[in-house]
């Protein structure tokens, strides 16, 4: 790797291309410095408790660069655990960075920001969920949730606060929009509501028993998860899943990617007030989902992949039901696509809206379709891909603008592309076996998926009873919220939904 | 605007779902009497609070609002207010971080009023069951009328277990 030449990088094994590196707390802001520099990108942040191992505590953070997943360790002390921010090298890493210290009790020093983020009032201050004393089952009497809002003061500045629970069935999270007349001068956002302990929970699990937790991370993203941590299991077994496995796994993924985006396009004709859009699209997402329950027995294809394969084989009738699927989808999504590019009225609400400039997504590291929509041409299925990506071409969409009108145009893209792909895969079908037996292995594993929304990281740590030590799923919503911060400023209030649906991030993803 | 009435009159009319009540996903006996349960039978409204999900319920309670399955068409709607509802559909192991809130909501919710729990996590706290961050299933914390086992549920089950809580119990034998 070009990255950091005085690394001394050890390949991790796997369907990923992926090295780690060990280094120490003093290097980690340089060695990301110069990473940043080359264009690496931050994927996630995260610590251990290995003190039970007489080993302190570790910082973990992944970086994508030119050559594939960098993961780097770094270990610090058992007391009052440390390490140098990287925020001003990545904004991204803030929030993972406070959120690593509400779980864990790690600290970043020399932070522009060091208020709470996870935590609110189930656990209190002093207490660190994560670490290796602290039971799961562990509760505590609920405190009061005390967060300084940042103010924002001036003649005719007003606060709006909305949620946690929102008017429509949205995931809870809560926005304190500061605002003159309709137009919002700034938004800050406080997620955190759905924290469910997931990484905590794991700890001790068998392999097989969290991929159906790992598979609910973020439901409407499940296949992506299943696969990132079916890759981390496997590179730990140092198994490769068989061929038919990893191409009905690619189905799998195209087949989320279109549902989740058919359903999108349609909330978005919704919110500017084509209901038209929602009903026609969302009939479109349905007949999607009645294939996925006659083929693969679950409308969203829920626990489908699992370590080692897939569980079950698409029936012989498959391969038409799909051509068929694709079919039918292709020509209703071209009418209606032309149909909202004609449309004065949507165009007029789409076009402008809710704008992330090339410039302020690329220093941001905003990710995923709407990091594409901005200009920024990274998909892991082009840049770096994985078994069967590597032997078809992935036509990847980007555009420009960085506006409601991009996010909707390079979701139409993808949509076609995926029909398209899934088309290409039909026809270099795999036969033999779609699962093998893991055996028993101990180490430390990661998975990288570039799911709908963006990159998904699933990154596991397996004792030598082939436990799980440590587990931790990334959503891409973490790098895309701030963002989203950004884009609704100078927009009016009624068009923040619609700015919202258009990056549709995840909460529960992001929450854990 | 033509292509537009081109493709509502192509599409026709999807809706193909018929549900029915099942007595079966009742927690607690039906309580309200026959003239109340008659007015909600021809308007329900519904606030759906996501306490904890992990957004996969969420997909469905939006697919039984489509088309295919036209939740509306039996008089049921989605409101913006706990204030304005006669139902609570809730979804997910109740997060800790979401036990105010939702009793909140609870408490804003006009009597009478019933609670629906979707979903395995609602029923039983599911794949996340009860821990420091998880209060488990939605009947730890706010009374429940009747609950939809699936992961998700289908929006049939969901359609089922709405239309459950607002019709008479049937006598056994």
Not at chain 1, 436 to 453: K, N, S, T, Y
Not at chain 1, 506 to 511: A, C, N, V
């Amino acid at each position: 790797m070009h990255t950091a030449p005085n690394l001394q990088l050890q390949s991790i094994p796997g369907a990923v291309q992926a090295a780690q590196a060990e280094i120490a707390p003093e290097q980690l802001h340089e060695v990301c410095a110069q990473a940043q520099a080359q264009g690496a990108r931050l994927l996630a942040l995260w610590g251990c408790d290995d003190t039970d191992q007489g080993r302190g505590f570790a910082l973990r953070v992944a970086l994508l660069t030119g050559t594939g997943l960098l993961c780097l360790r770094v270990a610090l002390g058992p007391d009052h655990p440390h390490y140098p921010s990287i925020a001003d090298v990545f904004p991204a890493a803030g929030r993972m960075q406070r959120a690593t210290y509400d779980l864990l009790g790690v600290h970043a020093q020399g932070s522009s920001d060091s208020r709470k983020w996870l935590r609110h009032g189930a656990w209190p201050g002093g207490v660190f969920p994560l670490r290796k004393g602290q039971a799961l089952g562990a509760a505590f009497e609920p405190g009061a949730d005390h967060y300084p809002f940042v103010r924002v003061e001036g003649e005719g500045v007003h606060e709006i606060p909305v949620g946690p629970v929102h008017a429509g069935t949205i995931e809870p999270g809560h926005f304190r929009f500061s605002i003159v007349g309709e137009s919002v001068l700034r938004l800050e956002e406080r997620l955190g509501y759905k924290h469910k302990g997931i990484e905590k929970l794991a700890e001790g699990m068998a392999i097989e028993q969290a991929a159906r937790l790992v598979g609910r991370v973020s439901g409407d993203s499940t296949v992506a998860y299943a696969w990132a941590y079916a890759q981390a299991a496997e590179s730990i077994a140092r198994l490769q899943a068989p061929p038919r496995a990893v191409w009905l796994r690619a189905i799998a993924l195209e087949l989320e990617r279109i549902h989740n985006h058919l359903g999108d396009l349609g909330y978005l004709g919704n919110d500017v007030a084509l209901s038209f859009g929602f009903f026609q699209f969302w009939r479109l997402k349905e007949l999607a989902l009645r294939v996925n329950a006659q083929l693969f027995g679950h409308r969203y294809l829920m626990d489908l992949i699992v370590p080692g394969g897939v569980a079950l084989d698409m029936p012989p009738e498959g391969p038409q039901r799909l051509f068929e699927l694709c079919g039918l989808l292709e020509s209703e999504v071209r009418t209606l696509r032309a149909i909202y590019d004609e449309h004065a009225g949507v165009q007029d609400r789409f076009m402008g809206a809710g704008r992330v400039a090339p410039e302020l997504a690329q220093s941001m590291g905003l990710t995923g379709f709407a990091g594409r929509a901005s200009g920024l041409a990274a998909d892991l299925r082009v840049d770096h891909p994985c078994a069967p990506y590597d032997r078809f071409e992935v036509r990847m969409a980007t555009h420009g603008e960085g506006d409601v009108a991009a996010r909707v145009s390079v979701r139409f893209d993808e949509v076609l592309e995926s029909l398209r792909l899934i088309r290409v895969l039909l026809g270099q079908a795999q036969a033999g076996p779609v699962r093998q037996p893991l055996d028993d292995a101990g180490g430390f594993g990661v998975g990288l998926i570039e799911g709908w929304r963006g990159e998904v990281l699933v990154a596991v740590e397996v004792d030598a009873h082939t436990r799980i030590r440590r587990l931790h799923p990334h959503d891409p919503s973490w790098q895309n919220w701030p963002l989203l911060e950004r884009a609704v400023m100078d927009n009016i209030v009624p068009d923040f939904p619609l700015i919202n649906k258009s990056f549709n991030l995840s909460y529960s993803g992001h929450d854990l | 605007m033509y292509t537009l009435l081109k493709q509502i009159a192509r599409s026709g009319i999807v809706t193909d779902v018929e549900v029915q009540v099942d007595d079966a996903l009742r927690v607690t006996k039906q309580g309200l009497d026959d003239a109340i349960l008659r007015r909600f039978g021809r308007s329900l409204s519904i606030r759906h609070v996501d306490a904890g999900s992990c957004n996969g319920c969420e997909l469905e309670i939006h697919m039984a609002q489509t088309a295919h399955y036209n939740v509306e068409g039996l008089g049921i709607k989605f409101v913006a207010s706990p204030r304005h509802a006669d139902m609570l559909l809730v979804t997910g192991p109740v997060s800790r971080h979401m036990e105010v809130a939702l009793k909140r909501t609870y408490e804003a919710t006009p009597d009478p009023k019933l609670v629906v729990a979707i979903g395995d996590c609602g029923c039983t706290g599911g794949v996340f069951g009860e821990s420091y961050a998880s209060c488990g299933r939605v009947s730890n914390v706010i009374p429940v009328d009747v609950a939809v086992p699936g992961c998700p549920p289908t929006p049939e089950a969901i359609m089922q277990g709405i239309l459950t809580a607002i019709t008479r119990e049937r006598t056994i034998g």
